[in-house]
């Protein structure tokens, strides 16, 4: 069965501090597809990275990056010199070839808190 | 991305009544979904809206509760039928193109049933 775990409920950074949001997820499917969206406090959901499962490559937009390594089955997500404006919910999702790629699992999410 | 919209942006009903939601996409899309998202809780898939079939729906939810109709390619509705206070939630539609495993998603519909 397919899960995404996001251990870290709640976090609170300082502004300009560096933070890490942790993703681990579990699948049998050989192809799927790993995802972070972002949910401000507005509510509307922004999809913000697509990872497929046979490109390890990391991958950095401004002061966003995540790190996959399937070793670990992990997809962490990095923003670099924090900004008020990342005060959000951040979630990580899974989908699976074999079943079409149709359902997006979410995790819980980690609320982010940017202290100004 | 294609827009998404969707009616009502919120609404409060009361215990028995039934809603329709609207999800308009300002482009033909091939896929749409529609999600709940209960209060502080994470997304989960209600059903596949099929234009011109049935919807396929997800476990635990079915076409008595959730009726939901896709009538084009940039169209859908869904209702929250009989509705109790464990209806009560944030309820979205994405889409989706073949070639492109990503959904974007409405600004959702925040439902509360009194």
């Known amino acids: 069965a397919q899960k995404v775990t996001q251990a870290q409920t709640e976090i609170s950074v300082v502004e300009k501090e560096d933070v890490t949001l942790d993703c681990v997820y579990e699948?049998?499917?050989?192809?799927?597809?790993l995802f972070w969206y972002k949910q401000p406090p507005s509510g509307e959901l922004v999809f913000l990275i697509r990872r497929n499962s046979f490109d390890e490559q990391n991958e950095i937009s401004g002061r966003y990056s995540w790190n996959f390594q399937k070793s670990t089955s992990s997809f962490n997500f990095t923003i670099t010199a924090s900004q008020v404006v990342d005060s959000a919910v951040y979630f990580c999702?899974?989908?699976?070839?074999?079943?079409?790629?149709?359902?997006?699992?979410f995790g819980t999410g980690t609320r982010l808190t940017v202290i100004p | 991305s294609a827009v998404i919209s969707q009616k009502p942006s919120r609404d409060i009903c009361q215990r028995g009544t039934s809603l329709t939601i609207q999800c308009q996409v300002d482009s033909q899309v091939t896929m749409m979904f529609w999600y709940r998202q209960q209060p502080g809780q994470s997304l989960t898939l209600i059903a596949t809206?099929?234009?011109?079939?049935?919807?396929?729906?997800e476990s635990g939810f079915v076409i008595d509760k959730f009726p939901i109709s896709r009538p084009n390619l940039t169209f859908s509705t869904l209702t929250v039928s009989n509705m109790s206070p464990e209806d009560s939630s944030i309820y979205l539609c994405?889409?989706?193109?073949?070639?492109?495993?990503?959904?974007?998603f409405g600004p959702g519909t925040r439902l509360t049933v009194t």
């Open positions: 994405s889409t989706r193109e073949p070639l492109a495993y990503e959904q974007y």
């Open positions: 809206a099929n234009q011109g079939s049935e919807a396929t729906y």
């Open positions: 999702a899974l989908s699976e070839a074999q079943t079409g790629a149709n359902n997006l699992f």
């Open positions: 699948t049998r499917d050989t192809t799927y597809y």
